[in-house]
């Protein structure tokens, strides 16, 4: 716990003594004013002022709402300190949006404490007797202090007295002198021996207690102080975790590594990562764990969704974690605010947490530079747009010592399978592991939502209360198969609102690159689909960064698509429910068949898989006819059958692993198509298909061959002028690749692992790289020139796995 300047402990000297005096009610006053800003505070103080009236009541908690926990408790000699000090420190704690109870102790009759007095001692939080010349002398004062003592006792340290020592010394209350074992005798007639004990016992105890008093401070000083402890102490009070969390000790421990709380500076960390992976929840174990090493701290919830009505509100929340609502409400605009944010922080030690950011700007006007902040300040954001981690935070002034450049980044990983099923288990059992008969499910249910945190907590919770409300005779496992069964569909409602955050952020040719890679591209390369895309003008570099900023989707080293399993659901589950073309993707086999089966005009459907059945079918000119608008078709175990001329012109994308060598289609030319994959074909030299794609390579930007085993020549390349990338792999029997392939002025990669049988490789521009195998030998039987270049194939440089 931190200790602030002028906190005393058991010690006092004379001289210390005789330097006390009172100073002035106006002296006190004009101090305050000045440690706050003056002018508009002034204002606000006198319309408080005002509004306060004469006939003060005898509660000063009367604008508390029933029942509701104060958090200071002010017990003082009216006679003493009402008017001048314990009135400015009561004003300054209201101030600072503290829940104050100051009693007035000579309205009281009677001998027992009750009533309000009673309920407002209990429920406090914190105890702050100001012990001054005649405090002893108040049967009252003696009592409060004695059930201050009672309810710290009972508290477990929730609760805790903070001794004021205004114009008397620790031994004063300790009855080591005159002034208080004087005063108290006299109340033995009316209350007895045994309270007057319990009494002097109280005092002791309290007076033991670290505590402040005027020794070389002026009143307005030693308000600060008080005030300062009392906020800190507030402040820290721990931020609620879900109740079943179950905590990552390792993804703490990576964090804390990074703030390295011990150290001078300013240190801001993002904690980033997808809708429903634990972000704010790792942040508020963090907040907890370090909380108590700041002067002043503030956890602000949902930053986006309160930005969105007013960025003001949020400036001024997170100011009167500081300064309390009074003050954070003065400010009228959000430059205002950051200033006051700047004048209030600069010199403190603070944590501030911001939750769910999703804009550059909620940083810049809520956490702006690190100059805002004093030294040793920690400023902790969650977000799922990586671009906010670019915000550019660093101070104009000189480097200090330890301060890193920008931002920190912690990117929260996915659960451990151990960690999500307990997680599932105390949602769904209330217990760590899964009831008799219901491990099987348990365990299918959480590797079905890949483990997000989010969609075990929702869908544990959900089986738990619904099977409560089943009879008794009724299977309750079947309500757990239905689950899995539901979740085939997409994700559950909840985990799928969380998630639709992102995917509404988006811009429409984002979306539509979204919904591709859910559909059809997960785990796949990158390299084909994004120049599909960028035919289509939907600028696919950009939309890849900000969908990898927004933490929907990750580029993995081998160059593939990552994206979560409960993304991806949600992706296709947009297709089929929620897209304003449905159906425009189909990459469920028996969808697709029935569109094609209706021969009715689709003008929707952008895409199709059909890969999955295992059945051997014919597509007719009459089936493709009905579908003008695709652009992205990928068949297995499929022949074309008939005359295609002029259909589907936009037709970019044609995956087809050709079961036959015998060629069946007619006028088979796609125009428009930019990607040729014909990976694992039955096909051989003397396939006609060849002659009809040579019509059609006007645009031609790719052709994938891999795994085709029996060809043992590549076809002529004269007709393919645009052609990039060209892929033989695993051609074990190719022994010649046509000369024409040197007019390819614009071909960047040639991929020959594989081709043990390959004898030459024509000479070919000096941009284009040759992905080859590690066999010298091969390098040794290909003669050629030295402007090729030659480099060993890597994973991330082309699609190279089963993308079926």
Not at 117 to 137: E, G
Not at 709 to 737: H, N, Q, W
Request: aromatic share 10%; with cysteine; charged share 25%.
């Amino acid at each position: 716990m931190l200790v602030l300047p002028g906190f005393v402990g058991d010690y006092s000297s004379e001289q210390d003594r005789l330097q006390m005096g009172l100073i002035p009610v106006a002296a006190i006053i004009s101090i305050i004013f000045a440690s706050m800003l003056c002018g508009p505070i002034l204002r606000q103080l006198t319309r408080m002022k005002k509004s306060r009236g004469s006939s003060e009541a005898m509660l000063s908690g009367e604008d508390v709402p029933p029942g509701y926990e104060y958090e200071v408790f002010l017990s003082f000699r009216g006679s003493d300190t009402r008017d001048n000090f314990t009135d400015c420190l009561y004003r300054r704690l209201r101030l600072a949006g503290v829940h104050v109870f100051r009693d007035n102790e000579e309205l009281r009759v009677g001998k027992e404490i009750s009533g309000e007095l009673l309920k407002a001692l209990n429920k406090s939080q914190i105890y702050i007797p100001i012990f001054s010349q005649n405090y002893a002398t108040s049967s009252w004062c003696l009592r409060e202090v004695a059930h201050m003592v009672k309810c710290t006792s009972k508290s477990d340290g929730k609760k805790e007295i903070l001794p004021i020592f205004y114009d008397v010394y620790p031994d004063d209350v300790k009855l080591k002198t005159k002034l208080y074992k004087k005063a108290i005798p006299k109340h033995k007639k009316k209350f007895g021996s045994d309270a007057l004990k319990w009494w002097e016992e109280a005092l002791v105890k309290v007076a033991l207690l670290k505590g402040w008093d005027l020794n070389g401070k002026s009143h307005g000083e030693l308000i600060e102080l008080v005030v300062g402890e009392v906020l800190c102490k507030l402040n820290s009070r721990n931020v609620d975790v879900p109740e079943y969390w179950v905590e990552d000790h390792r993804q703490i421990e990576d964090i804390l590594e990074k703030l390295e709380v011990d150290s001078d500076g300013v240190r801001f960390l993002g904690i980033h990562g997808i809708g429903g992976i634990g972000k704010t929840v790792l942040a508020k174990a963090v907040f907890n764990k370090i909380s108590s090493h700041f002067e002043g701290v503030c956890f602000l919830n949902d930053v986006r969704e309160s930005s969105q009505h007013s960025l003001i509100n949020v400036q001024k929340k997170l100011l009167a974690s500081f300064v309390g609502p009074v003050v954070a409400n003065l400010i009228k605009d959000i430059g205002e605010g950051m200033n006051l944010i700047k004048r209030v922080c600069h010199t403190k030690k603070v944590l501030i947490v911001l939750d769910d950011l999703d804009k550059q700007e909620q940083l810049k006007k809520l956490a702006g530079k690190s100059d805002w902040f004093g030294l040793g300040s920690r400023i902790i954001f969650t977000t799922r747009n990586l671009e906010v981690l670019m915000t550019q935070v660093e101070s104009s002034n000189e480097e200090v010592l330890n301060q890193p450049k920008g931002i920190l980044a912690y990117e929260t990983h996915e659960m451990e399978f151990g960690r999500a099923l307990q997680l599932f288990c105390k949602h769904a059992f209330r217990r760590d592991s899964p009831l008799e008969g219901y491990d099987h499910l348990t365990k299918k249910i959480v590797r079905r939502v890949g483990m997000l945190p989010l969609a075990v907590e929702v869908i544990g919770s959900f089986l738990y209360c619904h099977s409560f409300a089943l009879e008794q005779h009724f299977d309750k496992r079947k309500l757990w198969e239905g689950m899995l069964k539901q979740l085939d569909d997409g994700p559950f409602k909840d985990v799928r609102d969380a998630l639709m955050i992102s995917y509404e952020g988006l811009e429409n040719k984002q979306k539509e690159v979204f919904l591709d890679i859910a559909c059809f591209f997960t785990n796949e390369d990158q390299t084909y689909p994004v120049i599909m895309w960028d035919d289509c003008n939907y600028h696919p570099h950009i939309a890849i960064r900000v969908l990898c900023q927004r933490s929907l989707i990750k580029i993995g080293h081998d160059n593939k698509f990552w994206m979560h399993d409960q993304v991806r659901d949600l992706g296709r589950h947009i297709m089929l429910e929620e897209y304003p073309r449905r159906f425009s993707r189909m990459w469920i086999y028996k969808d697709a068949i029935k569109v094609l089966e209706r021969k009715e005009t689709n003008q929707d459907v952008e895409a199709v898989s059909l890969t999955s059945n295992g059945c051997s079918r014919n597509i007719v000119p009459e089936e493709l006819a009905t579908l003008p608008n695709l652009r992205f078709l990928r068949v297995k175990d499929i022949n074309f059958v008939g005359d295609f001329k002029n259909l589907v012109l936009k037709l970019c994308w044609l995956s087809w692993e050709v079961t036959h060598n015998k060629f069946c289609a007619e006028n088979f030319h796609f125009v428009s198509l930019v990607v040729l994959d014909l990976s694992r074909s039955n096909i051989e030299d003397d396939w006609d298909g060849w002659s009809q794609f040579q019509q059609m390579t006007k645009n031609l930007k790719v052709l994938d061959l891999t795994g085709c085993t029996k060809i043992t020549r590549t076809p002529d390349f004269s007709d393919f002028m645009s052609l990039e990338v060209l892929v033989l792999s695993g051609c074990v029997k190719l022994i010649t690749i046509d000369s024409s392939i040197r007019k390819l002025e614009l071909l960047k990669t040639l991929n020959i692992e594989g081709c043990r049988y390959l004898r030459q490789v024509p000479a070919l521009h000096s941009s284009t790289q040759i992905v080859r195998d590690r066999d010298t030998g091969l390098i040794e039987r290909l003669r050629m020139r030295p402007q090729a270049t030659w480099g060993r194939f890597r994973a991330s440089s082309l699609r190279q796995d089963n993308h079926w």
